[in-house]
């Protein structure tokens, strides 16, 4: 797997999630408060740094080099990753807390029931 030789800026990173989330540049521009050419230029730098020919192939080359990762609610394994990067876990509405307080009570009653 080919890593991009240059790091992304928090801008570029936050704008390439919006564009793989399939937001226009338009939204894009008006979420972030900078014009829909500022979006483009911001496009421009993304494709420069990841050797990519489209905004398409842009999301797709940052997937493979985990730049993006799936992210993944509702269970256990969502709210680690919630965690790992640094949010509240218990402040996600898609699922997580309900997925983490089922998960903790299988657990006790499997701990239940290996000791009796
Ligand atoms: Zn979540």
Not at 24 to 33: E, N, P, R, T, V
Request: with cysteine.
């Amino acid at each position: 797997m080919s890593r991009p030789t240059r790091e992304l800026s928090a801008r570029q990173l936050d704008v390439l999630k919006r564009i793989a989330a399939g937001q226009s540049w338009a939204q894009i521009g008006s979420d972030l408060d900078i014009t829909v050419g500022g979006v483009g230029s911001i496009g421009k730098q993304i494709l420069v740094k990841l050797g990519a020919s489209s905004s398409a192939h842009a999301v797709h080359l940052a997937y493979q080099a985990g730049i993006l990762r799936r992210e993944r609610h509702g269970d256990h394994a969502g709210f680690v990753a919630h965690v790992r990067r640094g949010e509240d876990p218990w402040a996600c509405e898609q699922g997580c807390p309900e997925g983490e307080r089922a998960y903790r009570t299988q657990r006790r009653n499997q701990r239940k029931e290996n000791a009796a």
